[in-house]
């Protein structure tokens, strides 16, 4: 039985009564197609990938050509689960016009089914305008990875009672103009529970506690396999990682060794046909038969 496709109305008819959103980034059709197996719910191309696929310090250096390459290899991986593609730095901050357009060319180009993008008051019109031309927006508050350098780094926010309201105000600008979810990042989990009874459409935490309609992760972080960096809100699910390294530093010993590859790797010997049989004439008799070919 085919597993039920993963929709907007899906989505949102789980908002309070779940189960709760399980949500992961992918960035390949291989990673993908084994989140899919697993019962991921949404899957996000990150502009993340700025960091954990192209080793940058930061996600402003992705580009909405990359986010779409990336998009098209998990959508070959994926059937069940929600496609969802960041928009990256740039893309959408500009102009309303300009969002329209760069959400159209993920879709187009990057086969996803949704975009996201971060921000609040200041971006709810471009939303509105994505959302009036057909585009799916899911949108972020709190610890927007963007504005990395206005908050002076990767930083909790809403600690303070008027930043707190700013950001639930954002949420509810997001809602109004069209969203249809909310990722809620580095925030404190009162306030995470606050906007999401706040608010009629489902919030996906990421460091904003329990009290969320779902959760997200980078894969990378929560497989282990980022070793840079250890956020406090993420929680190792295996340690990948170090698996990787020791079963390759395994493959590299037995390969010096000339271990690998053993006889079970290897094929067998070629069956080699003497010339004249493979040049369709009569075999010659052994040494001492004294004819050849039958004459004319």
Same mark, same amino acid.
């Given at each position: 039985?085919?597993?039920?496709?993963?929709?907007?109305?899906?989505?949102?008819?789980?908002?309070?009564?779940?189960?709760?959103?399980?949500?992961?980034?992918?960035?390949?059709?291989?990673?993908?197609?084994?989140?899919?197996?697993?019962?991921?719910?949404?899957?996000?191309?990150?502009?993340?990938?700025?960091?954990?696929?192209?080793?940058?310090?930061?996600?402003?250096?992705?580009?909405?050509?990359?986010?779409?390459?990336?998009?098209?290899?998990?959508?070959?991986?994926?059937?069940?689960?929600?496609?969802?593609?960041?928009?990256?730095?740039?893309?959408?901050?500009?102009?309303?016009?300009?969002?329209?357009?760069? !959400?159209?060319? *993920?879709?187009?180009?990057?086969?996803?089914? #949704?975009? $996201?993008?971060?921000?609040? @008051? =200041? +971006?709810?019109?471009?939303?509105?305008?994505?959302?009036?031309?057909?585009?799916?927006?899911?949108?972020?508050?709190?610890?927007?990875?963007?504005?990395?350098?206005?908050?002076?780094?990767?930083?909790?926010?809403?600690?303070?009672?008027?930043?707190?309201?700013?950001?639930?105000?954002?949420?509810?600008?997001?809602?109004?103009?069209?969203?249809? !979810?909310?990722? *809620?990042?580095?925030?404190?989990?009162?306030? #995470?529970? $606050?906007?999401?009874?706040? @608010? =009629? +459409?489902?919030?996906?935490?990421?460091?904003?506690?329990?009290?969320?309609?779902?959760?997200?992760?980078?894969?990378?972080?929560?497989?282990?396999?980022?070793?840079?960096?250890?956020?406090?809100?993420?929680?190792?699910?295996?340690?990948?990682?170090?698996?990787?390294?020791?079963?390759?530093?395994?493959?590299?010993?037995?390969?010096?060794?000339?271990?690998?590859?053993?006889?079970?790797?290897?094929?067998?010997?070629?069956?080699?046909?003497?010339?004249?049989?493979?040049?369709?004439?009569?075999?010659?008799?052994?040494?001492?038969?004294?004819?050849?070919?039958?004459?004319?």
């Amino acid at each position: 039985m085919t597993p039920k496709k993963i929709t907007v109305p899906v989505l949102r008819a789980r908002k309070g009564k779940g189960p709760r959103i399980a949500m992961l980034t992918a960035y390949d059709a291989t990673m993908s197609r084994l989140y899919d197996e697993a019962g991921v719910d949404v899957l996000l191309v990150g502009d993340s990938l700025g960091m954990v696929v192209q080793g940058q310090p930061h996600t402003l250096g992705v580009t909405l050509e990359e986010i779409a390459y990336h998009g098209r290899a998990v959508a070959r991986g994926a059937s069940r689960a929600h496609l969802v593609g960041d928009m990256p730095f740039m893309s959408f901050q500009v102009s309303a016009d300009e969002s329209v357009r760069n !959400a159209g060319y *993920l879709l187009k180009h990057g086969a996803f089914e #949704a975009v $996201k993008l971060e921000g609040g @008051v =200041d +971006v709810a019109e471009h939303v509105r305008r994505i959302v009036a031309a057909g585009i799916p927006v899911m949108g972020h508050v709190g610890l927007t990875p963007q504005s990395v350098h206005a908050m002076g780094g990767f930083r909790v926010q809403g600690k303070t009672d008027d930043a707190a309201q700013r950001i639930l105000a954002d949420a509810k600008a997001l809602e109004s103009a069209g969203a249809y !979810a909310i990722v *809620l990042e580095g925030i404190p989990s009162d306030l #995470a529970r $606050k906007i999401t009874l706040a @608010v =009629d +459409v489902p919030t996906i935490g990421i460091g904003a506690g329990v009290g969320c309609d779902g959760q997200v992760l980078v894969s990378y972080d929560m497989l282990g396999m980022f070793r840079d960096i250890r956020p406090k809100f993420v929680k190792r699910y295996g340690e990948h990682g170090d698996a990787i390294v020791a079963s390759v530093a395994r493959y590299v010993s037995e390969v010096q060794a000339g271990d690998f590859p053993g006889p079970e790797h290897s094929f067998g010997e070629v069956q080699v046909k003497p010339a004249a049989e493979a040049t369709g004439q009569a075999a010659l008799p052994s040494a001492g038969g004294g004819y050849g070919p039958a004459d004319s």
